[in-house]
């Protein structure tokens, strides 16, 4: 059961990861992020930190409380 949740888990990144190269260079806030990938926002701001934390992402603007994250353009 174990394999079958970090293939899960790596499917979202995945995921996450093919939504950002199709729509660039178009940023997403991190509810659109989670409404296009089908999970929670939590899960989605989760994978996203990942993302940036491994320098594949970026915080394109904030407006208000919404943060915007786009893919950087030399990933």
Do not use: C
């Amino acid at each position: 059961m174990l394999h079958i949740i970090v293939v899960h888990r790596q499917s979202i990144k995945q995921k996450i990861l093919e939504l950002l190269k199709k729509k660039f260079p178009h940023p997403f806030s991190v509810g659109e992020v989670a409404k296009q990938v089908e999970v929670a926002r939590s899960t989605a701001f989760t994978w996203l930190k990942v993302l940036s934390d491994e320098g594949k992402i970026e915080v394109s603007r904030k407006v208000g409380n919404a943060i915007f994250i786009g893919l950087k353009s030399e990933y």
